[in-house]
């Protein structure tokens, strides 16, 4: 039998630092690990998770967005350091891939103690923007007082205590815009559970729990709806998806290709769950139950399947495809196994406690799943699924682990450790786990992100400092009891270095060279103004016909990032960017163009060499384009509107 690769990362505590050792087996091994958090002060009361990670995503370009808390004074991720405002304040990072931080940026208020402030969530849209859902941001805090989203400050008038706020942060990190929805006094908690951005309509949609009517139209009933927006922040609609929810514990939300959406999360006794349109999730017998449901574009329900007693469903993972659905939780004392219908999932001898993993098709169709198991607690907080299909779960247990007959054992007496664990399909079984051993009691998974290459990105919290692969040293200890760290497992090539464009210009009367000085580009695409253009090619030449203004411009692309330069020859305005989005990208059979500006603009595709493949008009809103008839590569899609032009590079995955 083939052995599968099972590893142990290990956190060795001695004064304040931790050593890992990774025993490495394949290709793919941990490539990071920074960590990095706020202070606690002597004396102050201790939080158990005082500072954490709470969601991630990777955006198309390669880079880490994750959101979290931390607490007290001052903060330190990996180098990049300010002061917190209040005891404990929220955040949101972007990371390169190579594990550098490219900006941080804090929510929060002044309150003089720790506790009620949460992120919720995140999602992150092609673009490269982030939107982050938050909760209580300024508790505690006189009326006075405001509170800060990013380099923007809000009155306590505007977010009360148990208010709930949506913010866009561009991938720059500015602060965009910021929807507010203050408590309404009527004894409903209003709280935000989820957010994600659709593929199908380029539209985001926020999943939260009880508006108690501060939007026009919602009732003051403790529901559940769904709110979609638009990349601008204009509410477009909203929709109620259960009439109850005093029972719900969590709830996390995704979306299709299509523009379905999947709910997926836990309620407990003795509450049951009733969708809208009738369909009633029965009353856990004793405590908790975990449940699925699907929704069509309209938000009409389509199926739903609940599991047994005493079992959790933490998070919700989709596919590139949108045909396969996978859920993970479980936690707690469990000696029998999880039941769905007639599918079971049969807890490993003598083990007590387990993690699950279970996956559907879009239909409802249970395909598989699998569990690890404990000899003590532990939970599934997160899972993904790769391009190859591959479900990787991550969480927190203890004491003896085992990974279909694979065991390995955790710190004995320091509490639980982290561990992640991947899955491949039809079988579901394990292909590859780890485990971060460590001497503290508080040591998680909390968030798993995956990129286009694979790599998997880790997020937690952990007690103490780390040490990388080769135990060269990461960073050492904020304070508190834990500490947030991220960290890359896969493989080491990075291409995460933003491209630069640059360009120089010689001429002799209307013959000109440019030749580029850019940086981190992989292909180049250049404009020279007058309706000619050039697909690549370090050195330009071109021969205008006449002496007119012209603005000559390069655009430079990796698969990180682009950039564009113009110089103007004789004194004309530059390239300017137009209010529309494409999507998917990479693409396959389709291409999704959305005109967000007041009026039509053109469309161009370009190959590589430059050969004009397609000319289409773009009206206002979403427009659907065939790719079928062009064969996969590189091209470049040239939007224009008047004078405006925007450029985007475009990969065809067939």
């Avoid at 929807?179 to 309509?201: F, H, W």
């Avoid at 997020?459 to 960073?475: H, M």
Wanted: aromatic share 10%; hydrophobic share 35%; net charge negative.
């Amino acid at each position: 039998m083939r052995k599968r690769n099972i590893s142990v990362v290990v956190l060795l505590m001695s004064s304040l630092l931790f050593v890992v050792c990774i025993e490495r087996i394949h290709a793919q091994s941990l490539q990071w690990v920074q960590t990095g958090g706020g202070e606690i002060s002597t004396g102050s009361t201790l939080y158990t998770d005082d500072d954490k990670i709470f969601d991630m995503k990777v955006d198309n370009f390669g880079n880490l967005y994750s959101i979290g808390r931390t607490s007290k004074s001052t903060y330190n991720f990996n180098g990049v350091s300010g002061s917190v405002w209040g005891a404990q304040d929220m955040f949101v990072m972007k990371t390169r891939c190579d594990g550098s931080v490219a900006w941080v940026k804090f929510l929060g208020g002044r309150a003089s103690s720790a506790g009620g402030e949460y992120v919720n969530a995140l999602a992150v849209d092609n673009e490269g923007n982030a939107y982050v859902t938050a909760s209580d941001i300024i508790y505690g805090t006189h009326t006075s007082d405001s509170s800060r989203l990013g380099d923007s400050t809000i009155p306590y008038s505007v977010v009360r205590n148990d208010g709930m706020i949506v913010v866009k942060f561009d991938s720059g990190g500015r602060t965009n815009w910021y929807k507010t929805y203050p408590s309404t006094g009527l004894g409903v908690a209003d709280q935000p559970l989820d957010i994600t951005y659709s593929n199908a309509d380029g539209n985001i949609y926020l999943l939260a729990k009880s508006f108690g009517g501060c939007i026009p139209g919602t009732d003051t009933t403790d529901a559940i709806y769904v709110v979609k927006y638009n990349t601008s922040g204009s509410l477009l609609c909203f929709k109620k998806v259960f009439d109850n929810s005093p029972g719900i514990i969590n709830c996390k939300i995704v979306a299709d290709p299509q523009g379905h959406f999947y709910l997926a999360g836990t309620f407990d006794n003795p509450d049951s769950l009733i969708v809208t349109g009738g369909f009633v999730l029965p009353e856990p017998p004793i405590y908790d139950r975990g449940f699925i449901c699907k929704f069509d574009t309209g938000g009409v329900f389509k199926w739903a399947k609940y599991s047994n007693d005493l079992n959790a469903f933490d998070d919700i993972a989709i596919n590139n495809m949108g045909n396969i659905i996978a859920v993970c939780g479980g936690g707690g004392s469990r000696s029998h196994p999880l039941s769905i219908d007639t599918f079971n999932l049969i807890n490993p001898t003598g083990i007590s406690s387990t993690s699950i993993c279970v996956v559907f098709d879009s239909i409802g169709n249970i395909k598989g799943g699998n569990v690890v198991g404990a000899t003590s607690s532990q939970e599934a907080y997160a899972i993904v699924i790769d391009k190859n299909d591959h479900i990787t779960i991550g969480g927190d247990a203890g004491a003896h682990l085992s990974f279909d007959g694979d065991t390995m054992s955790t710190r004995s007496g320091d509490g639980n450790d982290a561990y992640f664990a991947t899955m491949s399909p039809p079988s579901y079984r394990f292909i590859n786990a780890q485990l971060l051993r460590g001497s503290g009691f508080y040591d998680g998974v909390n968030s798993i992100a995956v990129d286009g290459r694979n790599n998997l990105y880790l997020g937690g919290y952990i007690e103490g400092s780390l040490y990388q692969p080769g135990d060269t040293f990461a960073t050492g200890i904020r304070g508190g009891i834990t500490d947030i760290f991220i960290g890359k497992y896969g493989v080491a090539s990075c291409l995460c270095n933003d491209a630069s464009a640059s360009f120089t210009e010689s001429h002799t009367g209307h013959s000109f060279t440019y030749n580029s000085t850019s940086t981190n580009a992989d292909s180049l695409f250049w404009i020279f103004g007058d309706g000619a253009t050039q697909a690549g090619g370090a050195t330009a030449n071109h021969t205008y016909t006449t002496g007119t203004p012209h603005s000559v411009c390069l655009w430079a692309f990796n698969d990180c990032s682009k950039d564009s330069s113009c110089l103007v020859t004789t004194g004309i305005e530059g390239v300017s960017s137009l209010n529309v989005e494409i999507y998917p990208n990479p693409a396959s059979d389709f291409l999704q163009v959305n005109n967000q500006s007041d009026k039509n603009c053109a469309m161009d595709l370009i190959d590589l060499s430059g050969k004009l493949m397609l000319s289409s008009t773009i009206t206002q809103g979403l427009n659907n384009i065939s790719l079928r008839e062009f064969g996969s590569g590189i091209y470049f899609i040239r939007l224009s509107q008047g004078s405006d032009i925007q450029f985007e590079k475009l990969v065809i995955q067939h």
